[in-house]
């Protein structure tokens, strides 16, 4: 997949990644959206994207070893846990060799969503 893919839908890009990094994004997906009412889904940047009250909210994407999460930028009260995965400023990427943490990913997501309410 080039970066300059155009994707009309998360399903779009879904349907152009291989099968293990597709259900992880799904089981993110599911997670984003059993967790926080009201958010949309869109692509942004080439990638699936959440939204929440008109604003990108949290984006994730595949890659060849990994899973990226990226706008995840409340990741302070978290650092223990994050220690042994990749991250960057509001990035994180978690290791298709490994199990995908949900319960980690869910703490993050519900962070998320408090900080993007407190800047309403």
Known sequence: MGAEAKFATIDDYLQTVGSEGRARLEAIRQLVTEEVPGVTEAVSYG?????LAGKNFL??????KHIG???ASTMAPLAAELERYRTGKGTLQFPLSDPLPLELIRRIVSLRAGEHEAHR
Do not use: E, S, V
Not at 47 to 51: A, G, Q
Not at 59 to 64: D, R
């Open 69 to 71: 999460l990226y706008g």
């Open 59 to 64: 984006h994730m994407a595949a890659y060849k």
């Open 47 to 51: 990638i699936p994207t959440f939204r």
